[in-house]
């Protein structure tokens, strides 16, 4: 224990442990298959973007425009596709990439207070809920860059005075509105316009941001695609601006959402994620919080770091309509809190010995069920069907019973089509050989299909997949 002490006090054993942690996460990228439904369907909507070439209109089929979301985790991966090939590794590259770019950007807080330059990165990525997005193709870990990006701008453009910062202040917030929209204002201004009166910092903040200039480089980053997305496809704005960023968050009930279903969430629940998916940490913080409440206002720091960590979960409190990646842009907020107290923290060995052992479970776990079949059986994934019999997708014409699933497009390359019970019954003694997939829980509408013209060929926990006898 002594000599883990020590290491504590080695900045290259922050170094080291930055760089195995990306390293397990990359291997952990290449290796865990994409899951239905989230993840499977941006990567697929990233795929066909590369397979098409369309860049203008993110695609959730053939033809079927993706009006959710803009489309910058959708280029950066199609991208990266079109350098890398189509595979899990590559579609999830950019993710890692961002999160990396992260580390780089708050590591200049702890060499300012005299401590190792990867020890924010290091308590980053021992975040549960950064550990495991460091991986996973969602909007959430570019918007969650923009915002970090913005607002340590913010910050050094207000401080040491060199313009450069006050104009990547305004490109954050262009990154943002490519990334997620203009939730990344509503995330970004409040507490920063907070932090401005609380700290009278009014003529700073008017001269040092380059206002005018900087609200044309935000407009040049983001308008043109927002220009190009509603000519292409008209109605774009409507939906996205009204339902995506209004009616998703205050009617759980809202029926326009052609991509998904409203996640009904009891209020104030984005609290317990936050609780839970950043811990050891978030609970320092608190403890850290209530020790110096008296004097928090006094630091412009700390109050800086603590009104962008509470104004995003402040503002989901009154939603029911959202999942636990929305705490993701408050996890650099956090790492740079503990770092702000961390030779102040007694408890180092222990919190930094728990929080490795919880990534370590995590990857033995991960390690067991991909040296076993439990994956194969149990994932939410169509990879294995189509991985275990390439030679039926590649001679058969390759259905899904009902609405087909994003890892059953991806990992065919879009050959996948869905298949109706009526289409399904005039197949019964069909000539040309074809196989399709099933779920368990719809067997019951095929009641009146002769399954003995079919064969079973795999199945797993959710699915059937069956084949015509040539």
């Not at 060995?349 to 033995?364: H, Q, T």
Request: glycine share 6%; charged share 15%.
């Amino acid at each position: 224990m002594h000599r883990f002490s020590h290491l504590l006090n080695n900045p290259q054993f922050y170094k080291i442990s930055v760089a195995i942690l990306i390293a397990i996460r990359g291997i952990f990228n290449a290796v865990v298959p994409l899951m239905d439904k989230t993840e499977a369907r941006y990567a697929e909507i990233a795929r066909l973007m590369e397979e098409t070439g369309n860049w203008i209109t993110p695609q959730i089929d053939y033809g079927v425009p993706f009006w959710a979301k803009p489309p910058l985790s959708t280029w950066l991966s199609a991208a990266s596709m079109n350098v890398l090939g189509v595979n899990e590794f590559a579609v999830r590259l950019p993710y890692l990439l961002l999160v990396v770019a992260m580390v780089l950007l708050i590591g200049k807080y702890a060499k300012r207070a005299q401590l190792p330059f990867y020890l924010p990165g290091f308590i980053l990525l021992l975040i549960p809920e950064l550990f495991l997005h460091a991986g996973v193709v969602s909007t959430d870990t570019a918007l969650t860059l923009a915002v970090t990006l913005t607002f340590l701008s913010f910050w050094e453009a207000t401080h040491n005075g060199k313009k450069l910062w006050g104009y990547l202040f305004f490109i954050g917030i262009g990154l943002g509105l490519l990334a997620k929209g203009p939730v990344v204002i509503i995330l970004c201004g409040p507490p920063l316009f907070l932090w401005m009166v609380f700290q009278k910092k009014y003529k700073t903040v008017f001269t040092k941001i380059p206002w005018i200039l900087g609200l044309l480089v935000t407009a040049l980053v983001a308008v043109p695609w927002y220009y190009l997305a509603e000519q292409t496809t008209p109605g774009f704005i409507d939906y996205f601006l009204v339902g995506e960023h209004w009616l998703r968050f205050t009617d759980s009930t809202w029926k326009g959402d052609k991509y998904g279903f409203p996640k009904t969430q009891p209020m104030g629940i984005v609290w317990a994620f936050l609780l839970l998916f950043a811990l050891p940490w978030i609970q320092i913080i608190i403890y850290k919080v209530f020790k110096t409440r008296v004097t928090i206002f006094k630091d412009e720091w700390v109050l800086f770091l603590l009104l962008w960590l509470l104004w995003t979960p402040l503002f989901f409190t009154v939603s029911s309509s959202l999942i636990h990646t929305y705490i993701m842009p408050v996890m650099a907020p956090a790492a740079l809190l503990i770092v702000h107290w961390w030779p102040t923290i007694k408890s180092k060995k222990p919190l930094v010995i728990a929080s490795l052992s919880l990534v370590g479970g995590c990857v033995l776990f991960l390690i067991g069920v991909i040296v076993t079949d439990t994956a194969e059986q149990n994932a939410n994934t169509d990879k294995y069907f189509i991985e275990n019999h390439p030679e039926q997708i590649k001679i058969n014409e390759f259905y899904h019973f009902g609405n087909k699933s994003y890892s059953s497009q991806f990992y065919s390359n879009g050959i996948v089509q869905s298949i109706s019970l009526k289409e399904l019954k005039a197949k019964e003694n069909a000539f040309w050989p074809f196989c399709f997939i099933i779920k368990k829980k719809e067997m019951k509408k095929l009641k009146n299909i002769d399954f003995s013209n079919f064969v079973l060929i795999d199945e797993n926990k959710s699915k059937f997949f069956y084949s015509v006898p040539k």
